[in-house]
């Protein structure tokens, strides 16, 4: 089993930054490939950004390309994702993901392991 606790989540004016961080615990996390999804209200959850370990290769949302980084401390089991030039329809639950292969995924179908969601809410 996996356990993953999302944090940093909060209100930002459009244009401001965040950073979120995911703390992975009970398998080693050198084994996971992790991922970041969000889901807005009345919407499908969708695919932000994924890493695999040891974090040379990414890939990322052409929604958040440019403006979003996907990173992990594998000393601190943590994922994060950090946020800038974020966008009113950057709003939503933003959820961290592992799964049990080192490699990325974008499909949310091959994660086995899902946080409890942070909200992130981007004002005007």
């Known amino acids: 089993q996996v356990q993953l606790v999302e944090s940093g989540g909060g209100l930002v004016q459009a244009g401001g930054s965040l950073r979120l961080s995911c703390a992975a615990s009970g398998r080693t996390f050198s084994t996971l490939g992790m991922g970041w999804f969000r889901q807005a209200p009345g919407k499908e959850r969708e695919f932000v950004g994924t890493i695999g370990y040891p974090g040379y290769n990414t890939a990322y949302a052409d929604s958040v390309k440019g403006r979003f980084t996907i990173s992990r401390d594998n000393a601190k089991n943590t994922l994060y994702l950090q946020m800038n030039s974020l966008k009113l329809e950057d709003t939503a639950v933003y959820y961290c993901?592992?799964?049990?292969?080192?490699?990325?995924?974008?499909?949310?179908?091959?994660?086995?392991?899902w946080g409890q969601g942070t909200q992130v809410t981007v004002s005007s």
């Open positions: 993901a592992a799964r049990r292969t080192f490699t990325i995924a974008v499909n949310s179908k091959l994660y086995d392991y």
